[in-house]
């Protein structure tokens, strides 16, 4: 009966909407509302939520802090990490007050939570009192449930207008942190804090300059109020120096010096499933990544497509459940502007026709099936394919679920990792059919048979 009703029952819906907000009050009042006793910060935008998050609990880590954190990816308190395999991005409420609450009776000073826009607008976030609330950037993703790009936005913003009207803690202000570059600044400049810091490439309180882009990451000037230093950031991409100034900023209105900001920042690692490298021996470089917007799907293979001496071969699908169609024919124009190579499939179908999908992602690529361009919907033969093609000096990138480990498949949810996938393909010898021809692989060696 309440999967029939939440089936009939729109995610939008005022009754389902009310029913989130009372689940959140009961949640935060069982806890004992627990984030009264954190400094709690909140990360939201489109793309580098994630990143940014990990990256923002690693310094508050090298400056001593005990930091509790949520993420799509991962969680922590204190050096406990584990894998979050909810496929959410923010937690349910009783799971996330359970988690504050946890944070509290460890003694964590911090907490830096991963915020979405469903959250938002579901109240799932209803009783967490943030101190400081980032905005890393927006774009047209989740369009399709919040009724429109305007929806989405007021959305978000609501993080940052409930900021000022929310309780003070004893010595901690009401922060802001905004990224100067994105062309919306001025909506989210207009909620009123304690203070204010902005951040971007060449202007902000918190500017980086001087980038260059190299394949092991990324080398840039972080410049702070009177002071800068040298960072050689292992993340690769420009969108990661983006992460990175960001999460500099945040340490910069917790008070925490340059040279903390650089040790930590030079110290961290890939987050997982974000520009992670799967390295089992092949001669080849293979890229998973969680790219699963038009925008993010640009910036990863335009990367790429500089750094590969070869061919970039791309595997992608694009999310169904009726979610965001509008960006499925941008995602393919991103792919046929960049690969040589693209092979569409399955992400996250749900019980949507996964041959839609396809096809709607490959309304916006020019060039002809069998000419650079394969469909195949199940995921692994896919990823096959693209390793089987591959040869020294290419790059091969699978992009969409990243570090995520289940696939939503026809109304069911599947175990699924693309690293573990990828590793097993190439611990095997691989076949498979590509028209009328067999091709082989072993060791890198290809044969047509």
Known sequence: MLDYLRNKISDRNPLRLLY???????????????????????????????????????????????????????????????????????????????????MVNENCTHAVLEVSSHAILQNRVWGVNFDTAVFTNISEEHVDYHGGFDNYLRTKGLLFDRLNRSSRKPRIKKVSILNKDDPHFSYFDQFLVDRQY??????????????????????????????????????PGEFNVYNAVAAATVALSQNINIKTIKDALEKASSVPGRYETVNAGQKYTIIVDYAHTADSLESLLSLYKNLTKGKLYVVFGATGGGRDKGKRPKMGEAADKHADSIIVTDDDPYSENEWKIIED???????????GLWKIPNREEAIKLALTLAQEGDTVVVAGKGAEEVQMLRGKKITWDDRKVIRGLLSREMKVEIGRGKFEKRENVYMEG
């Open 361 to 371: 992602i490959c309304a916006g690529i020019q060039r002809k099936e069998g000419e």
């Open 20 to 102: 989130h907000k009372i689940m959140a009050i009961v949640a935060a009042m069982y806890y004992r509302f627990p984030s009264r006793y954190l400094n709690v910060i909140g990360i939201t935008g489109t793309k580098g939520k994630t990143t940014t998050t990990n990256l923002t609990a690693s310094i508050l880590t090298e400056a001593g802090y005990k930091v509790g954190m949520t993420s799509t990816v991962n969680f922590r308190i204190g050096d406990l990490v584990w894998s979050n395999g909810t496929k959410m991005t923010s937690l349910g409420p009783f799971f996330l007050q359970k988690m504050l609450r946890r």
């Open 198 to 235: 902005t951040f971007g490439k060449k202007q902000g309180t918190v500017f980086a300059k001087n980038i260059e882009l190299l394949a092991s990451g990324s080398r840039f000037e972080l410049h702070v109020p009177n002071d800068y230093a040298d960072v050689h950031l292992k993340l």
